[in-house]
């Protein structure tokens, strides 16, 4: 293995990004003589494609989330299964993924990003590469923009997932492991908290890069026994942090951008709970690290997926709106029973998992990369005029004047 490309989507440092370094630090540890390399589709076509695709997706979430929800479940989640979306993409995307491929000649793709792995799995698929691939998935289900065909290695985040793609899509259970959504090697498992005073509770909030738009609101005002108090991680979100800065509250304490995974780990072992939104990465760092998590808002989409299925399972608490949010923190954190029934719920979740360290994925990969090796078939290339000319008359045909 002399060269390992990553695939994420979009320019903003999202969970696509940090599974991909996650996933590179791993490989690099073990086989530090190889190429790595993580590129961004949308920025290699084009800079300014780039930077619009990423602006446009942050506006049409944050401004329009309720018609970003509907489309994401439609296209990407309802049961009926869509195939007019990818097509389209497909016709647009296609050979500038070749494209990149041919440039790059890695022998291992890992794709982090549901978009790319479809690009490589149809590519693998029409015959145009036989580059060794695998999925690493960064929310609690599996869309159905994911690549199937042709990825020779999936790590999935549950069992569930694995389940899925078994009955769903009759892929081998031998292409899948259950490792959970895989954190950096900097996040430590079962650290001593450090808190400065045991009669305080201490409560970080964290709302991803850019800060919990609705932070403010959540924070109370004043405190009758101070028993709680507040570490606000606000991300890049310089205004959200002048604003709690300014108003001077002896319980809250505003954090700046943090980059260092170390001091990220170091902060979550300070802590007591975390409230948060059920992004994919960082709620499986607080699930390594058990911590309890807490959920107060949730983005459209993906995020509203993985918050069913991790209240399903009792792995957060959902905040409800219409209550005090410090009884609603202390119901949980000072019941011993809460806390005995989240313990459990953790267990299960942790067990589930076949394969939780690095070096066992690592092993993965190289054997699945031997079997690619040695594989007696490969998918029949198709001329190259041929199959563009056959995808581009079914997208007029079946999409575009249908």
């Known amino acids: 293995m002399k060269k390992v490309l990553f695939l994420p989507l979009f320019q903003m440092q999202s969970g696509h990004h940090q599974v991909s370094e996650t996933m590179m630090n791993l490989l690099k540890k073990r086989n530090p003589s190889a190429e790595y390399k993580k ?11 780039g930077e619009t695709v990423t602006k446009g997706y942050l506006t049409w979430i944050n401004d329009f989330p309720k018609a970003y929800e509907w489309i994401y479940k439609k296209a990407g989640y309802s049961e ?12 647009f995307f296609l050979r500038k993924m070749e494209q990149l491929l041919e440039e790059e000649k890695p022998d291992l793709v890992v794709c982090t990003q549901a978009f790319s792995s479809y690009l490589v799995s149809r590519l693998k698929m029409y015959g145009r590469t036989q580059v060794a691939a695998i999925n ?22 549950t069992a569930d997932v694995k389940e899925y793609l078994v009955r769903e899509h009759r892929l081998s259970p031998n292409q899948i492991q259950v490792t959970g959504i895989p954190i950096h090697s900097e996040f430590k498992r079962g650290q001593a908290n450090v808190k400065k005073d045991q ?36 991300g890049s979100n310089k205004k959200l942090y002048q604003e709690l800065k300014a108003m ?27 409230i948060t939104k059920p992004g994919g990465v960082t709620i499986s760092e607080v699930l390594y690290k058990e911590i309890p998590i807490f959920v107060y808002s949730s983005l459209p989409g993906q995020e509203t997926i993985n918050l069913d299925y991790l209240k399903k399972h009792g792995l957060v608490t959902e905040l409800s709106k219409q209550s005090p949010i410090e009884a609603q923190l202390k119901a949980v954190l000072e019941n011993a029973e809460s806390i ?34 040695n ?24 999409i575009l004047y249908n």
């Open 248 to 274: 001077n509250l002896p319980h809250v304490k505003p954090l700046s951008y943090i980059s260092s995974r170390k001091e990220m780990n170091d902060l979550y072992d300070k802590v007591d709970a975390i």
């Open 375 to 398: 594989r007696s078939y490969r998918f029949a290339p198709a001329a190259k005029s041929t199959w563009y000319k056959v995808v581009g008359k079914y997208i007029k045909e079946k």
């Open 199 to 234: 009669k305080e509770n201490q409560v970080l909030i964290a709302g991803g890069s850019s800060g919990l738009g609705d932070i403010v609101d959540l924070i109370p005002r004043e405190q009758k026994d101070q028993s709680i108090s507040y570490l606000v991680l606000c």
């Open 80 to 91: 009926e299964k869509k195939d007019k979306p990818k097509r389209t993409l497909e016709f």
């Open 340 to 373: 005995a029934d989240y313990k459990e719920s953790l267990q299960l979740y942790h067990d589930s998992k076949e394969q939780a360290t690095h070096a066992e994925m690592y092993q993965s990969v190289i054997k699945m990369m031997d079997e690619v090796r």
């Open 39 to 49: 590129i961004e589709l949308f920025t290699y076509i084009n800079e300014s494609l």
């Open 136 to 157: 690493v998935y960064t929310d609690f289900f599996v869309n159905h923009f994911w690549g199937k065909e042709g990825i020779d290695l999936h790590f999935v985040p």
